[in-house]
């Protein structure tokens, strides 16, 4: 069964930890068709990646200083299948969103991270905010390190950036596995640094 949805749910935070609250009724932030993204063969063995199921894995809220209207966005990603037949491939699409209380949010930006013939998976996305003291800069670009692997190569940890109002910069290789991971998980980057 291939299970699409086009949205994700955004939950409002209030408080500082461990008194924190968290909305138990979450509000719709429509984006773009999604499917959820098949698991990630690598070289050298049967053995597939676990990309996860499509959730989004971490959540960054920061100041972004282009719209002076937003007290905060919030920059998210998750894995979702690429939908190119037979077999689709898995990619990384990252979010800023504005949570615009009140009001449904709004997707300031959407960009995919994908390949002709790797599984892209495991992002995680930043941006470039900067608070030093009373000092803040920056906040309109961000960063994103994800995971790749096919049937003809070995996992590896890539990243790129993106400035504000220009395309994605090219993929930056910060580590190449020697071999393929032994276990189901997406923990192919922990593998990989644990090696250096």
Same mark, same amino acid.
């Given at each position: ?22 909305e ?15 698991n ?13 199921? =499509? *959730? ?6 920061? #100041?972004? &200083?282009?719209?002076?209207?937003? @007290?905060? !966005?919030?920059?998210? +990603? ?9 077999? =689709? *491939? ?6 800023? #969103?504005n &949570?615009?209380?009140?009001?449904? @949010?709004? !997707?300031?930006?959407? +960009? ?11 992002g ?19 960063a994103?390190i ?32 020697p ?18």
């Amino acid at each position: 069964e291939v299970i699409t949805d086009n949205e994700l749910t955004i939950f409002k935070v209030s408080g500082t930890a461990p008194t924190s609250v968290i909305e138990t009724t979450g509000r719709s932030v429509p984006v773009s068709t999604y499917t959820l993204p098949p698991n990630a063969p690598q070289s050298g063995t049967t053995k597939v990646l676990d990309t996860l199921d =499509g *959730r989004n894995t971490q959540a960054v809220a920061g #100041i972004n &200083p282009s719209d002076p209207t937003a @007290p905060q !966005v919030v920059w998210t +990603q998750h894995t979702i299948d690429n939908g190119a037949a037979p077999t =689709g *491939r898995s990619f990384v699409r990252w979010y800023e #969103i504005n &949570p615009r209380p009140g009001l449904t @949010p709004l !997707v300031y930006q959407e +960009q995919t991270i994908s390949d002709g013939s790797l599984f892209v998976f495991n992002g995680a996305v930043s941006p470039d905010r900067r608070v030093n003291g009373s000092g803040r800069a920056f906040g309109s670009s961000n960063a994103v390190i994800f995971n790749t692997s096919s049937g003809s190569t070995f996992p590896a940890i890539y990243g790129l950036t993106k400035t504000f109002m220009t395309s994605q910069s090219p993929w930056l290789l910060i580590k190449q596995s020697p071999g393929f991971n032994q276990d189901f998980s997406e923990r192919a980057d922990r593998r990989l640094l644990e090696r250096r």
